[in-house]
């Protein structure tokens, strides 16, 4: 897990625009879900193609975080990342021929191809039966054709996104980027997120902070949930 705080100088630029760190002050958990971006093998297990070791770090933190949620009601996603692949090419072509390296290529075609171990769910993460399972094939897992996820948000009236996974700066912020352009209110729980360094997942959380949305700890989204479920107790 990523040991880093969002610098001084951030949060007084943040207060300055807006007169206030955080975004949101409550959220509703029956219009809320949390989104768990690419915890899969491709990604989490030691050795993988992709290999995100500090992933593995955040597994604890998701399955007491999601625990708590889904007592609250709130929707547990899970979108993992595949892509297709023939002797013509691949549904992501500009991703395999030029981001890439050939000596590294078709072991990543492998460990992204449909329905194999790459797409597992990390072993140590608990899935509960009600949670939902998306698949994507673009790092944002809202772009036109990359999955069903807004159409599961909004058939599930969701209105807020909660954001955890891998790779913070990559997936996660994109997936969390196009939500908030699209009207949903995100938060990226900081200690739910990881990414291949502590200056890359530092990055993200300090841009969303002041553009996107909220970032928050496990705990701190516990409270702002807890707010609003008290609000309509009384």
Request: glycine share 6%.
């Amino acid at each position: 897990m990523h040991d880093v705080a969002i610098r001084p100088e951030i949060v007084a630029r943040v207060l300055k625009r807006r007169g206030r760190y955080h975004v949101f002050d409550a959220l509703d958990p029956a219009r809320t879900a949390f989104v768990i971006v690419d915890m899969q093998n491709t990604f989490v297990a030691p050795g993988a193609a992709a290999e995100v070791p500090a992933a593995r770090g955040i597994a604890d933190n998701l399955n007491r975080l999601s625990a708590a949620l889904r007592a609250q009601g709130v929707a547990v996603i899970w979108v993992t990342h595949a892509n297709t692949h023939d002797a013509k090419g691949s549904d992501w072509d500009m991703f395999f021929d030029h981001f890439v390296a050939d000596a590294v290529r078709q072991r990543t075609i492998a460990s992204l191809a449909p329905d194999q171990d790459g797409q597992k769910i990390w072993h140590a993460l608990e899935v509960a039966p009600g949670d939902l399972r998306i698949v994507k094939n673009r790092y944002s897992a809202l772009i036109p054709g990359s999955s069903s996820l807004e159409r599961v948000l909004r058939s599930h009236r969701i209105e807020n996104v909660l954001i955890g996974g891998t790779k913070t700066n990559v997936c996660c912020e994109a997936t969390a980027r196009d939500a908030m352009m699209m009207d949903f209110r995100v938060v990226m729980v900081a200690d739910c997120c990881a990414a291949l360094s502590d200056d890359e997942h530092r990055a993200t959380l300090e841009t969303f902070i002041q553009q996107f949305g909220d970032v928050m700890t496990s705990a701190e989204v516990l409270t702002v949930l807890g707010r609003k479920r008290n609000e309509r107790r009384s």
